[in-house]
């Protein structure tokens, strides 16, 4: 029987941050970690019907990777009493999976702090049924974290029951007042570090993901990066600089992507900032990666693919570009180049995965390799092979 891998948005990376129970750096560093999780604020993510899935992205990834908060559970009644590292990626993480909001608040000795709205529809709004269930979160007295397009805080009876309760919602997609917001300037050049933009073919691919892994297999290294978020789930993760990009309005974008990352550079001293990128430069629907390209001035771009994805995501009509055209693309639009390409494996046995890997490699004469499924240290390969002079900053003992 042929063995499927999962995708990139199904599969489970290194576990860092809030998530992670056990470290390599001794028994310190562990009791420094779980005492970092135990101030952390609780939170139980409200997925139903599409944990595992495209939809569920934002669930998916708080459940692999959280510094903000502490997962202790995932609502979605088609999962109910399995292990959610189990149903994702096939490990377990020991972050159960419940079927009701009640189900939730009953499993914890103490109510979370927090109800996080773990879903991406296509559609930006809150259903129905998922407004009862916000409802009935903020009567049991739980904060509220949405990425929804549709804003919470704005809406009259949601806010005056938040209100009544005295819990807080957090829009994350909800953007400053323009009077506020930074026009783009130009000065990104001046930004020393090393500027990298993981862009793909297409949306929820595992963009996040696969900068999220860069990011770590760099720092292990000894290459001091950072991970500059563009997305809701990024920002719902505790990435420390970003802006939620398709919230903000056209003449901004670039401005405050650029904003970003000159407050990463001032504050962190990195060797490596990372971008992580939204849609596809050549997706209609979206228009995130051109001003992430013009924002960010990128020196270099790894480029995000699904070999078995026949259609772009909830656009049946719309095939899927090759990885030639969107590098085409993405060239011909931005002073910058490719510098690789990484596969999103849904739908891929092993073997399809091994021989497209080889295939795409020769085909496009570039470093080709999986995030999820093969060692990070072929993602770092692709970037030091594309920057040697990162090498140089290593201490000698890191080389």
């Not at 608040?105 to 296509?122: K, N, Q, R, W, Y």
């Amino acid at each position: 029987m042929k063995t499927e891998l999962r995708s990139a948005e199904t599969m489970r990376p290194p576990v860092r941050g809030a998530q992670s129970a056990q470290l390599t750096d001794g028994a310190a560093t562990h009791l420094s970690t779980l005492t970092r999780l135990a101030v952390l604020p609780t939170a139980t993510v409200y997925c139903e019907g599409n944990f595992a899935k495209i939809d569920g992205k934002t669930a998916n990834g708080l459940v692999r990777h959280s510094e903000a908060y502490r997962i202790v559970s995932v609502i979605d009644s088609d999962h109910s009493g399995a292990d959610s590292g189990v149903v994702l990626d096939g490990a377990r993480n020991n972050i159960p999976i419940v079927e009701s909001l009640d189900a939730a608040v009953t499993h914890e000795t103490i109510l979370p702090d927090t109800f996080i709205f773990g879903m991406a529809p296509s559609t930006g709004r809150l259903s129905t049924a998922d407004r009862g269930v916000v409802m009935e979160a903020i009567a049991v007295g739980m904060n509220i974290v949405s990425g929804l397009h549709e804003y919470l805080s704005d809406d009259a009876e949601i806010a005056q029951a938040a209100a009544a309760k005295q819990v807080t919602i957090r829009d994350i997609r909800k953007p400053k007042p323009s009077k506020d917001m930074r026009l783009f300037d130009g000065s990104v050049a001046n930004v020393d570090a090393l500027r990298i933009a993981v862009l793909g073919t297409d949306c929820a691919l595992g963009k996040r993901t696969t900068a999220t892994v860069l990011a770590g297999a760099l720092n292990a290294k000894g290459i001091k990066a950072v991970l500059v978020g563009t997305g809701q789930t990024g920002l719902m993760q505790g990435a420390k600089y970003g802006v939620a990009m398709d919230a903000v309005p056209p003449q901004f974008c670039c401005g405050e992507l650029e904003g970003a990352i000159i407050a990463a550079s001032e504050g962190e001293q990195p060797d490596v900032i990372l971008i992580e990128g939204q849609g596809a430069l050549s997706h209609p629907a979206f228009c995130t990666s051109a001003f992430i390209l013009r924002g960010s001035q990128p020196d270099a771009v790894i480029l995000q693919h699904a070999p078995k994805r026949a259609h772009r995501c909830d656009f049946p009509n719309f095939p899927m570009p090759t990885p030639e055209s969107e590098i085409a693309l993405i060239e011909a639009f931005s002073d910058t180049t490719v510098i690789g390409v990484t596969l999103n494996h849904e739908g891929m046995s092993e073997t399809e995965l091994t021989n497209t890997i080889t295939a795409q490699r020769e085909k496009l004469g570039l470093p080709v390799t999986d995030a999820i499924s093969r060692p990070a240290a072929h993602l770092l390969a692709m970037v030091v092979a594309a920057f040697p002079g990162l090498q140089q900053r290593l201490p000698a003992a890191a080389k």
